[in-house]
């Protein structure tokens, strides 16, 4: 019953999205129903993290063990992030021919601590992926 129920809702959504895809090619581009398409597909992406969101409290509420590794994997998280946001400059941001594209100030260095974030933690998981071949490798 409830694969059925899902298969429903998933069909539903799909000839709608056809529909739309169809009124977008027959009025060439019409910004009307381009922004309805796109409009369509915001709400379901919307309703699809609030979802899957709702779920991962719900589940994480339910086993507590679960809820602890997870607190300390998000305060583990935010420490990183901090200290990237205390390296962060706040200058303004220059394109390549030297126009101000970002002006310095909180959202210079938010960008920068972003950034910064995003390349501490693509080194964290390389080093990780690296000790765990390492580590395959001396086990045999």
């Given at each position: 019953?409830?694969?059925?129920?899902?298969?429903?809702?998933?069909?539903?959504?799909s000839v709608i999205g056809?529909?739309?895809?169809v009124?977008?090619?027959?009025?060439?581009?019409d910004e009307s129903a381009v922004s309805m398409i796109i409009n369509y597909?915001?709400?379901?992406?919307?309703?699809?993290?609030?979802?899957?969101?709702?779920?991962?409290i719900f589940n994480?509420?339910?086993n507590p063990a679960t809820l602890?590794?997870?607190?300390?994997s998000l305060a583990v998280f935010g420490i990183i992030?901090?200290?990237?946001?205390?390296?962060?400059?706040?200058?303004?941001?220059?394109?390549?021919?030297?126009?101000v594209m970002l002006e310095a100030g909180s959202t210079s260095k938010?960008?920068?601590?972003?950034?910064?974030?995003s390349m501490t933690l693509g080194v964290i998981a390389f080093l990780l992926v690296v000790f765990d071949s390492v580590k395959s490798l001396v086990k045999y």
């Open positions: 019953m409830k694969a059925n129920f899902l298969k429903f809702i998933t069909l539903i959504i056809v529909i739309l895809l009124r977008v090619i027959q009025t060439d581009g597909t915001m709400l379901i992406l919307l309703v699809t993290v609030a979802i899957t969101i709702l779920f991962s994480l509420l339910k602890k590794k997870t607190l300390i992030f901090a200290i990237n946001y205390m390296m962060a400059g706040d200058g303004a941001a220059y394109n390549g021919k030297h126009e938010l960008v920068d601590a972003g950034i910064k974030f």
